[in-house]
């Protein structure tokens, strides 16, 4: 179509290379599912990063009038769209990172399974591109559910024989931001000085939040530490409520996943004390992935940072967290070996 002809032409393709040649430092980075609510603010946050020097926005619908439109923007990055299956492999090819956003929503008439085996589906489709084209790319899944959908990415890799755990990064930084911020109002302070752990997994009472390691250093009531746990577990339902059952949380989704793609490129770039919480392997419990602060570098999540110390509340917490994440791990193991 007009928008990818034009950005793959000569010119496109010449200011690319230049900055590969010692320009600015520039990375690759692929948008998988771009044209949705919040691939589209996601593909016009990433066009205003100047870590970007290529930006590939990958998608089954609305792709080319998406790519036409952010490619107006006159920032560095130079910006290619890629509109259905036959054209995944284009749009990996050379990619430093790859954030994943594809899914479909659930239609009439469809059960949970259904959905889950759907959405399972596409993830394994768009691993195995992975795999083929940049092996050695970055992933950060966001697509729910991600506590099932992290595990199906590492049985491809595994598959594949590409895995790398550094590399596979499950999103949980909206449940960070949403802390940092829901935190900051209690205290009354700028939230953008509040640093929230949260850890465990990403969805309900898996979303664990670390009231008692917040800095700065602060103290809560029992009953502030109970509510502001739970608006943090149902963060999502707050703002599902709001839009009265028309969308999802999409904005602020599209700033957190900004925010951590772009402690990745940082990461990736050398910097050092780049820390972030994400849903990774790890053997920080009995449970083969978890969410816990982890340190971003050259490799991705170089470092798996420990717990630290829990309170009597967050250890009963922590045991909620767990039984319901090694079901969620499960199934999408199982998923694959079926
Ligand atoms: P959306 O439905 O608006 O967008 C999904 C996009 O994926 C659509 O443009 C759709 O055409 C595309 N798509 C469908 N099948 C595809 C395929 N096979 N290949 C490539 N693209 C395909 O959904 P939205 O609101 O943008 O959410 C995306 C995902 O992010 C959902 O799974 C959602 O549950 C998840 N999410 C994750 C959060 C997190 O914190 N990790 C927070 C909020 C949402």
Do not use: W
């Not at 790519?67 to 990996?92: E, K």
């Not at 989704?253 to 951590?260: I, P, S």
């Amino acid at each position: 179509f007009d928008a990818n002809l034009k950005m793959e032409g000569s010119s496109g393709m010449r200011r690319a290379d230049c900055r590969g040649k010692g320009g600015a430092p520039g990375f690759k980075v692929a948008i998988l599912g771009a044209a949705g609510g919040i691939g589209q603010p996601l593909a016009m946050l990433m066009k205003m990063n100047p870590l970007v020097s290529v930006l590939h926005l990958y998608g089954v619908s609305n792709i080319p009038g998406v790519t036409a439109d952010i490619s107006h923007m006159d920032t560095g990055a130079v910006v290619r769209g890629f509109l259905g299956q036959p054209q995944l492999d284009n749009a990996l090819t050379g990619m430093d990172l790859v954030i994943i956003l594809a899914s479909v929503p659930r239609k009439p008439g469809m059960t949970r399974d259904d959905l889950f085996t759907m959405n399972a589906g596409i993830i394994k489709t768009l691993c195995e591109g992975i795999a083929r084209c940049c092996p050695k790319a970055i992933v950060n899944l966001i697509s729910n559910p991600v506590n099932s959908t992290v595990p199906i990415a590492a049985e491809v890799f595994k598959k594949a024989g590409t895995y790398d755990p550094k590399r596979l990064l499950g999103v949980t930084m909206l449940d960070v931001v949403r802390a940092n911020t829901f935190v900051a109002e209690v205290l009354g302070v700028d939230p953008r000085e509040v640093d929230v752990p949260v850890v465990g997994g990403h969805a309900g009472v898996t979303i664990l939040p670390l009231l008692s390691q917040v800095k700065p250093p602060c103290s809560f009531s029992q009953e502030e530490t109970e509510n502001l746990t739970a608006r943090i577990q149902n963060g999502g339902i707050e703002v599902a409520v709001a839009k009265d059952g028309t969308g999802s949380a999409t904005l602020s989704m599209a700033y957190a996943a900004l925010k951590f793609a772009d402690a990745c490129l940082r990461g990736l770039r050398g910097d050092a004390g780049i820390v972030e919480c994400s849903f990774v392997a790890s053997q920080v419990t009995e449970l083969p992935f978890f969410a816990t602060k982890v340190r971003l570098g050259r490799n991705g999540a170089e470092e798996i940072y420990q717990l630290g110390p829990l309170n009597e509340y967050e250890r009963a917490g922590l045991e909620k967290a767990k039984g319901e994440l090694a079901g969620s791990i499960q199934k999408g193991i199982s998923f694959m070996s079926k």
